[in-house]
């Protein structure tokens, strides 16, 4: 790799996080040993060493959010919108991957980076952006789960109930890490199985059409579909990449032991985290088509009165959250679970609720994880780990215990589209630093995104972001109560928004150039746009790369 010209700093310069500062966990932590190997080919214990990450990251894409999104999906366009859940998986894949390797090869995950190369203002701006994400998706993950605690409970126990045995469950389940990181990982892989398990026993009692969903899987097209479908294809977007997922992902491969001094070391941690994701999104995403298919088989084109005459007919006892009217029914994870209840007997039902019990549990404890390592990373937070449990959780959980203690059944599981177009809001906070760090040769080196990749990356992010975007417009447009002081209040907003993502836009340029090009010299860009943004990859692996136990003996470390 050739050398770079050296551009002036800051005169203050900004903290190098590495391994052993503030940036990460003061406390030691768990690492998972990869076993050494005689061959050079592919080795299954290294893969079985390198899993777990990738099923926890793969996790979000299960949560009830994503539920709930799938069986509308199917109600509204039947088995027409299968190819945009199998892209938007795809392109999540995509942005995972480059999530992983920023990872791997600094040692660093996402949220370290941003305190790292970014600004103060920005940074804290993208930092609040990044907790209204969380707490978006925490309130679908647990209200839920408190749906899948009404449903088997025969209505005894409230929402706002579930919603604290939510909280005391997960912060129990996060406290069994101290009995091993594998077993922690364990415990999520169980979580994934019962998944599998419910949702695919609801696919066979339902028996959906194979050749219909074949041909939505290949067919990129919606032929005579409603409004309706085109707004549920963008929510299905919005609904499978959520920006914290590439925050979690980028923290969670740090906790197996690398040695990021050796370039094939990287390469093969890459390599394997790779193929693990692959595996964990394949997994996840047939779960997703088997819910599709269920309720596109189920209820597509069903009316209010013909599900209510089902459940009568059957002598359900929660028929009465169905209307006697001919207008098309409109479905959530609650009324499905209801459906099948009434269509293929109660114990569907409760297999059902088990499966969202299973989905909201295991997502909102992935969720706190991406609490934590966003809230460490931005603000350079050096509290116990109890004090990060508790805090994250409690800035999560607050407005969720509100919505469900004053609202009914009816009005939570009503918000998924207004979350799903607060979480899209968010999506440039992730997507374009991953870029911009994982382009930039003085931050990866060797593993610095090709001129392809960073073309296609650019390209899907801003696909991703512009279909958000229209979905969030559109709602707003719609449901917009015209307010003086709320429309003062989203102007402002959006002035200070699109300030941001311009911000975090000529940042990435500005990290690809060369070092001699006369934008990155510009004194204007060293003091504005990124105060550590003229480092050398040198000085980088030397002050991220080395050992804990020596690592001011080593210099100029290159791959």
């Not at 969030?472 to 429309?487: D, E, P, Q, R």
Request: proline share 4%; glycine share 6%; charged share 15%.
């Amino acid at each position: 790799m050739s050398d770079y010209c050296l551009v002036p700093t800051m005169d203050e310069p900004h903290p190098r996080p590495t391994e052993t500062t503030g940036l990460s966990r003061k406390d030691k932590e768990e690492r998972v040993h990869i076993p050494e190997s005689s061959s050079t080919g592919f080795s299954f214990r290294k893969l079985w060493a390198f899993t777990g990450p990738g099923f926890l990251m793969s996790i979000a894409y299960l949560d009830p959010g994503n539920i709930e999104s799938d069986l509308q999906s199917g109600t509204t366009a039947r088995y027409k919108l299968l190819w945009v859940l199998m892209s938007a998986t795809i392109l999540g894949l995509v942005m995972q991957r480059l999530s992983a390797r920023l990872g791997v090869v600094t040692g660093l995950h996402l949220a370290d980076m941003c305190y790292r190369q970014y600004r103060k203002a920005p940074r804290l701006f993208v930092w609040l952006m990044m907790e209204v994400a969380i707490i978006g998706s925490d309130m679908q993950e647990v209200i839920g789960t408190s749906i899948a605690i009404y449903l088997l409970s025969n209505k005894l126990i409230p929402l706002w109930i579930g919603v604290l045995i939510t909280v005391i469950d997960t912060l129990s389940f996060l406290m069994l890490d101290k009995y091993g990181l594998r077993k922690l990982e364990l415990v999520f892989g169980l979580f994934i199985v019962i998944m599998a398990l419910s949702f695919g026993y609801e696919f066979a009692i339902v028996q959906p059409d194979i050749k219909d969903m074949a041909k939505g899987l290949v067919t990129p097209w919606c032929s005579n579909c409603q409004e309706s479908a085109l707004l549920q294809a963008v929510g299905i977007i919005g609904a499978i990449i959520m920006p914290h997922n590439l925050y979690l992902h980028s923290g969670l491969v740090k906790s197996r032991e690398v040695d990021r001094t050796k370039k094939d070391k990287l390469q093969e941690a890459n390599y394997y985290f790779f193929i693990e994701s692959s595996i964990a999104l394949f997994v996840s995403f047939v779960i997703n088509v088997c819910v599709v298919s269920v309720f596109a088989h189920g209820l597509y084109d069903k009316t209010n009165s013909d599900v209510l005459e089902i459940c009568t007919k059957n002598n359900n006892t929660y028929s009465d959250i169905f209307t006697n009217d001919t207008s098309l029914v409109e479905v959530d994870i609650y009324k499905g679970g209801v459906f099948l209840g009434c269509q293929f007997g109660i114990g569907a039902m409760y297999i059902w609720a088990i499966g969202i019990l299973a989905a909201g549990q295991s997502s909102t404890m992935t969720g706190c994880y991406a609490g934590q390592f966003v809230m460490e990373g931005f603000l350079n937070l050096q509290w116990s780990r109890w004090k990060r449990v508790g805090f994250t959780r409690l800035v999560a959980i607050a407005p969720t215990f509100y919505v469900a203690f004053f609202s009914n059944i009816n009005d939570l599981t009503g918000m998924n589209d207004l979350l799903n177009a607060v979480m899209s809001l968010q999506l440039p906070f992730a997507t374009l630093p991953v870029i911009a760090f994982t382009s930039n040769p003085r931050i990866m080196g060797e593993f610095t995104n090709g001129l392809g990749n960073i073309l296609i990356t650019i390209i899907l992010s801003a696909i991703i972001i512009s279909i958000n975007i229209y979905f969030v417009i559109y709602h707003t447009i719609t449901n917009f109560n015209y307010n003086l002081a709320l429309i003062i209040g989203v102007m402002v907003y959006s002035v200070i928004y699109l300030l941001m993502c311009a911000y975090l836009t000529v940042h990435l340029v500005i990290s690809m150039l060369d070092d001699c090009s006369v934008l990155r010299r510009n004194p204007f860009v060293i003091r504005f746009i990124g105060p550590q943004i003229g480092n050398t990859f040198s000085q980088h692996q030397q002050t991220n790369f080395s050992p804990p136990s020596s690592q001011d003996d080593v210099t100029n470390i290159k791959l």
